[in-house]
C-alpha cells in the first residue's frame, strides 16, 4: 500500500474532512454576521477549501429578518421604513469598507446602491409581487462580498445568483429541476476558481424568484453537491455538531461524531434544530457525505453523515416535538391512514389503531380530507418524544428501556415510525426538559464508545491479541470497548468502524499500511470515540515519546514499555502532569514484575498511609530463570539463547544481561513508592562485555559464547564457598539519604533470594508497618501469558474507571 492509500483509509474512510475536488462548503448567516465572523471564514476557506470548490452563503446575520421586516412595513405603510432601510444599508457599508480595498469597496458599494434603489421601486410598488425578491438581496450581497474578499486575498473567485441556473419545480415545491439547473450551472463555471453561491434562492420555471424555505441554504448546499457531483458538503455553523439530544436543554448530551444518512433523515424529519428533512434530499443516493462543523471553532471534530459501520449504528439519541395535533379518526384504520400520513408527511402514524400526528396548523387541511371521507375525527392536542437510531423498531431491547423510561408519563400510544429508524411515544402533555433528560439519560447512559489502539504485535503483543476476544466476552467492564487500531514499527491499520478482534492479526496482514506519524496524530485528535486507550507493548523509546501527545488529548496509555516510567525525572513530572491534567489514566503495572501485583501492592501501602524505606529483590525474569537454571553444565550463552526463545527476554537480551532493565524497574518502583531519582541514581553492573556492546542484536546473539567464561569464573568462586550468584536490586533510605544499586551478588544459599523459581521474581518491602517481618510478593516475573495477563489486567480497571467517571444526571422526579 502506498502513503496515499493510508490518506484515503485515515480521511476519506475514516470520515475526517478530506480535501477532495469539488467540495461543498456553507457558511451560515451567524457564521458572516461581522468582520469578524468573514475574516474567520477566510481563514477557513484559506486551510480547507481548494480551487473548483463551491461555497454556498447564507445572508450576513441577521439580514433576512432585517428585509422581512422592511417588506412587513411596506405592507404596513409603516414610518419606519426608511429608517429600517437606512440601517441596513449602513450594516452592508460597513462590512464592504471594512474588509475591501479602496477601488473593490468602491465598485461593491455602487451595486448596493442600485440595489436598494430597486429595492424601494419594488416596495413601493407592489411588494407582495417582489416578496422573494427582496429577501434574496441578503444572499446576494452575502455572496458578492465574500467573493470579493476571496480575489482580494485568497484565490481567484467567481460570484453566482442561484437564481442563473437553480430551476426549481412550481408544482412541487422545493423539488429541483436538475435537467435545466445542472448544465445551467455548468455553463456559468469557471475552471480553477472559488464558485461562491447564494443560498435559499432559486427561481421558477417562469424565472420568478423563489426561495428554499426554512434552512434553505443548508438546503442550497446540498443541491450543489448533486448538481456539481461532490464528495462532500461541510455546513459551517454556529454549532459543533449533533448531539444525542439539543445540547441547550440536555448537558449530558453526546455528540453524535458519524450518523448514518437513515438516521439524520429522520433527526430532521422528527425536530433536530440542525438538520432539516429537506436538507438531506439532495444526497439520497449516500455517496455524498455531510458534514457539519462549527465556523467558530474549526478544529473541534463536528458529526458527519453518511455511510458507517455498526458503531455509527449503535448509537441512540432522543428527540421531542411540542404543539402537535393526534387525529384520529376510523378512517385512519388500515390503507387510507397510510395514505393521509402521507399526504400530510405525518410526524408519525399508526393504521391499526387509526391515528396519525400531525402539525398544528395542518388539522384544517386534516379536517377537509376527511369530510371527502365522510367521516369523523377527534384532534387532541399532543407531543412526541422519539428515540431515533438505525432500525431501532427492531431492537426489541431498545424499544422496551423506552417503555420503561415513560411509564410514569401519559403516554397516549407508542408508535414505530415507517423509517424504522424511529420509536414515538404520543404524549398527552408537553414534553418537559426534565422529562427530555430523564429519558436522554437513560436511553444513552451505556453508551459510552472506548476505542483501542494497540501498538507492538510482537512477542508480548500477539499474546495480548489472541487473549482478546475472550476478554471482550465474558467481562462486562469490556462491553463497549473496540478495537481499532493496530500497528507495529512500520505499518498501521486503524479503521474507526472497529477491527474484528477474532481476526485482528490477519486483518493486519491484509490491510495494514505504511505507518505514518502524522496522519496517527490527525487521526487521534479527531477520532469519534468517548475514551480511547493506547496499549504500548513495544520496547520503544521512540513511541514511548507520543505519550506527551497521548495525554494532550485525553488519551490513557496502559503500557509494557518501561522507557516513559523511567525517563529522566523532569520529563516524567512533566508526563504525569499532563496526564493529570486532561484526566488521562496511565497504568503500566506489566514495566515491573510483569502480572504481578507489585506495583498496586505498593500503591495500596501509600496510599494507606504507610512509609516504605527499603525495596529489594530479583527483578528479572530472565536473569532469574538464567542464575536459578545455571549450574555449569551448559553453558550460560546456550541458557540465554533459550530465554530469548522462551519469550521472557527483553527483544534484545543484552537489556537484560547489561541490569538495564533491572534498574528501569528499580526506579519504576522507588518512584511509585514516592521517591524523586533518576536512572543515574542507580549504580548498575553491566554484565556484558565492552567488545559486545556496540553489535546489532543478530551479531550479539551469534557471538555469546563470548560471555561463557565470565560466568562460569563466577559461579565456580561461589561453589567453593557454597554460595549462589544472583543480580539483586537494592533501594533503600536512611536518614533521608537514597541508596539504589544493581549487581550481581553472592548470596548465601540460605539467602531469601536464593531459592526461588527459575523465572520468578521476587519482591521484598520494608517499610513502618512491615519492618522486622518484611512484606514479600513472589511469582513468574516475565513470559507471554503473565505479561498479556497484566496487560488486559490493566485493560479492565482502567475500562472500569471509566464507567464510574461517567456522570448521573437524575433530575429530580424519577428513580
Ligand atoms: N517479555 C516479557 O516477559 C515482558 C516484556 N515487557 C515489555 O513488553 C514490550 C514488548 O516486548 P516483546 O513483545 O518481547 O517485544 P518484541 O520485540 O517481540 O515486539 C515488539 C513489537 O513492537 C513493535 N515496535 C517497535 N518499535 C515500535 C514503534 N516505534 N512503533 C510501533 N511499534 C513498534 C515491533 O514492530 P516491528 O516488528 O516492526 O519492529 C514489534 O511488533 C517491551 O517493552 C518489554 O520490555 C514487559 C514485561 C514482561
Ligand atoms: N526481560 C524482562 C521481561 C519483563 O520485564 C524480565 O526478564 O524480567
Redesign the pocket.
Known sequence: MTQDNLVEQLTVAHNQLAKHATNVHKFGGSSLASTQCIERVVDIIRQHCQLNDIIVVSANGKTTDALFAIFQCAIEQSPELEEKITQLENMQSELINSLLNAASAARLQSYLTEDIKQMKAWLSDQPETHHADILAFGELWSARLLSSVLNERVCPAIFMDARDFLVIDNEQEYNVDYSVSRPGFEAKLHANHLTVVTGYICRDSQSVTRTLGRNGSDYSATIMAAISHANQVTLWTDVDGIYSADPRFVPQSRKLHRLPNGVAKELGRLGNPVLHANTLKPLADGKTHLHVASSFDPSVPGTEIGRFGQLAKQELSVTYLNDLILAQSQSFIGDLGREAGETFAALCADETQGLIVIRQEQQKAVSQWLAAHDTEVAFTPVSILATVGHKVTRQGNVKAKFKRTLRHQKVLAVVDAWSGHSVIAILSEPCSVELLNNVHHDMTKDAKHIGLVV?????????FLEMLPKQLARIPALENLHLVGL??????LINTDGIDASHALSLFEQHAVS?DKALLSSWLKSHPYDELIVV????????SQLYLEFFKEGIHVI?????AASAPTPKYNELLAEAKANNSQWLGS?????GLPINYAIQDLLKSGDQICEISGIFS??LSWLFETYDGSVPFSTLLLDALEQ??????PR?DLSGR?VQRKLLILARAAGFELSLEDVERQDLVPNELQAMTTEEFLANASQIDDFFATQLNEAKTSQACIRYIARFNVKDGKIKAKVSLECLSKNDAFATITPCDNIFQIRSLWYQENPLIIRGP????D??AG?LHSDLVTVCQNLANKQAVVKIKGLE
Open positions: 501498538a507492538g504485535l510482537g512477542n508480548i503483543g500477539v499474546k500497528m507495529t514499527s512500520k505499518k498501521a505507518f504500548d507493548i513495544t520496547p520503544s523509546e521512540k513511541f503500557c509494557a514499555n518501561k522507557w506489566t514495566t515491573v514484575g510483569a525474569g530472565t519469550g521472557i527476554t527483553e527483544p534484545d537489556e532493565d516475573g516475565a513470559g507471554r503473565v505479561t497484566g
